[in-house]
């Protein structure tokens, strides 16, 4: 299948990589602070800091500060109305519940207040509706009267997921893009500057035996380097991959093949090793923010969906969700298998249209 | 019996500064070179010799005319001619963390050539710095370790591209004796140089490229007594540098 030749150079190219320590760590430590960040949060969000002033010595008030301590949501500090307020103008409140004096059910309304600093609080609606779930419950008690209506919420896909169960695809997305961009694009420019293609092609080795030693290489570094990542997010944030580990690793070598033609046609057009970055980059950039790497595409403007979905990136990290998230096999021929096949497609028609040997070379 | 046969040979390229024209980089020249001669290419900067040398070694598309080697039209058999050829090129960089013997084993590898790469560093006189790195080695023996590259296929043909500029004297005469054993071993070599005590010493015969044209072929005293200056009863004085100036003038090139 391969010749010895293309072989021995995809060899020498995983040498090169491999010695250079410092790009082999360069490229780990972005996915690794994630999930490093991650462990340390333990996978959620932290809790919303929340002062608690009781000024009442009632059953119900009682009650109403045990119930808003108990939920996870919020980390309750109690103490003094000026004290609590004085951290929250330094910010280490999120907002303060004060309960009145008069805290009690004496058939009027008693009024709870709640401050707060309005241009810090991103998390007031969840504050408010769980105190207003409080304030319920404890109404019911005292009414004695069950709740009308319950809501119990049920995923679809019968499968709890974490923050990090979506991330986690994404971000291997995008590492694969990144190590194959510079794999293919950075490497050809700096390659022809200092005039080692020149080099090598004063030999008989021909255009397809390098580009297939690269691709060889490359996709062998990203599937270790992805293994690295992956098996760190099982073994320590205990991420479930739903689908087959095959499925999973052939949507990850199929990702490496796109970027890296797409990355050999980048270092085709950019002349220079200044000029590659800028064009490198305004190539990464839009699909860092677009692809639904860090956040679902449908939370995004409607107007930009489509173009999002059309991406490249987009395309294998929903790929990569699908297999990781909803165990779908990668055989299974829908929207993204047909994405996938079509940027195949299109990033090998423009390698070949793009990437002239010998004005590469010169 | 000529091993390399070039006939109107021409390369052009656009204008700088006007797209729409063209100059021609190399002029329809014409010349042949004898199985195991030392033919040196003179010229000044810009008179076209690397671009000649690199149409014959298959790196730049030949526009017009012709060029065999071995038989071989290299238009047509680029692959089979760069299979014969040994080529080192003015600039001598390497891919990078790579030591002396694995850059060598790559390069035979890349002629589907298993070699011994100790043997090749002795014949360079590197045999002691088979583990270091390119850039860890002087201007002459980087340039000594660019001829063992060329040397990885055997080939019936070296090509050396101004192999001596940079050097010091001492650098300069162990290239010399290097480029003489090869030759004597039966390799046929072609090399450019503005050197021209390098021209002399080493050529069976020289040619002096200007403006992309060959203006003067001959063996080195044949060109001396056809050009050097005049007292013609002096000529004998003169040297190569004399005939080259005589023939291209005095006026500088960049």
């Known amino acids: 299948m391969f010749t010895s030749m293309q072989l021995h150079l995809a060899k020498v190219f995983l040498k090169i990589f491999f010695r250079d320590r410092q790009s082999v760590m360069l490229n780990l430590f972005f996915p690794l602070v994630f999930i490093g960040a991650f462990l340390f949060i333990g996978g959620e969000s932290d809790p919303i800091k929340l002062g608690l002033v009781n000024n009442s010595t009632t059953t119900i008030s009682k009650i109403f500060s045990d119930l808003v301590k108990s939920d996870q949501l919020f980390e309750v500090t109690e103490g003094e109305e000026s004290d609590l307020k004085e951290q929250l103008l330094l910010g280490d409140q999120t907002a303060i519940i004060v309960i009145p004096e008069n805290f009690d059910y004496l058939e009027k309304t008693s009024e709870l207040r709640l401050l707060l600093d309005a241009s810090q609080v991103r998390q007031l609606g969840a504050i408010k509706e769980v105190i ?92 270790m380097q992805i293994s690295v990542v992956l098996g760190l997010a099982i073994a320590l944030l205990d991420v479930k991959i739903m689908g087959s580990f095959l499925s999973l690793y052939g949507m990850v070598t199929l990702g490496t093949f796109i970027f890296l033609c797409l990355g050999f046609c980048l270092g085709s057009i950019a002349k220079t090793q200044e000029a590659v970055r800028p064009i490198v980059t305004s190539f990464t950039f839009p699909q860092l923010i677009f692809s639904g790497v860090f956040f679902p595409i449908s939370s995004m403007p409607e107007i930009v969906q489509p173009f999002a979905h059309a991406l490249p990136l987009s395309v294998i990290a929903t790929g990569l969700r699908d297999i990781a998230n909803d165990g779908t096999s990668l055989l299974v021929f829908n929207t993204t298998t047909l994405g996938i096949v079509i940027w195949i497609m299109l990033s090998f028609f423009t390698v070949t249209k793009f990437f002239v040997w010998k004005e590469i070379a010169s | 019996m000529n091993i390399i046969e070039v006939k109107d040979l021409l390369k052009s390229y656009p204008q700088p500064g006007n797209k729409k024209e063209t100059f021609n980089a190399v002029d329809g020249i014409t010349f042949n070179i004898k199985v195991g001669e030392i033919y040196g290419i003179l010229g000044p900067n810009g008179a076209g010799k690397t671009t000649t040398l690199e149409m014959l070694e298959g790196l730049n598309d030949i526009d017009g005319g012709s060029a065999l080697i071995n038989g071989l039209d290299v238009s047509t058999n680029v692959f089979k001619v760069k299979e014969i050829i040994g080529v080192q090129l003015q600039a001598n960089e390497y891919f990078d963390k790579l030591n002396l013997t694995e850059l060598l084993i790559l390069f035979g590898k890349l002629y589907s050539e298993e070699i011994d790469s100790d043997d090749l560093l002795k014949k360079v006189d590197l045999l002691g710095k088979s583990n270091a790195k390119p850039e860890e080695l002087s201007g002459g023996q980087k340039q000594r370790f660019s001829i063992a590259c060329a040397l990885v296929n055997n080939p019936k043909i070296l090509f050396l591209d101004e192999p001596t500029t940079g050097l010091d004297p001492q650098a300069k005469r162990n290239l010399w004796n290097l480029a003489k054993e090869l030759n004597a071993a ?63 003038g005095h006026t500088l090139r960049d």
Do not use: W
């Open chain 2, 186 to 248: 039966g390799m046929t070599i072609v090399l450019t140089t503005h050197n021209m005590e390098e021209a002399e010493y080493l050529c069976n015969r020289i040619a002096i490229m200007d403006r992309g044209k060959l203006i003067a072929e001959d063996t080195p005293q044949g060109l001396i007594q056809k050009y050097a200056p005049e007292p013609q009863h002096l000529a004998s004085q003169g040297n190569i540098e004399d005939v080259f100036l005589a023939l291209t």
């Open chain 1, 132 to 223: 207003n779930t409080s304030l319920l419950s404890i109404e019911r008690e005292l009414r004695n009267s069950e709740p009308m209506f319950s809501l119990k919420i049920e995923d679809v896909k019968a499968r709890s997921q974490r923050y990090i169960d979506f991330l986690l695809p994404g971000l291997l997305a995008f590492m694969l893009m990144n190590l194959s961009i510079a794999g293919s694009g950075f490497n050809i420019v700096e390659y022809r500057r200092r005039g080692i293609l020149k080099r090598l092609f004063v030999t008989p080795i021909q255009p397809k035996d390098f580009i297939i030693s690269i691709v060889l290489a490359r996709t062998l570094i990203v599937l």
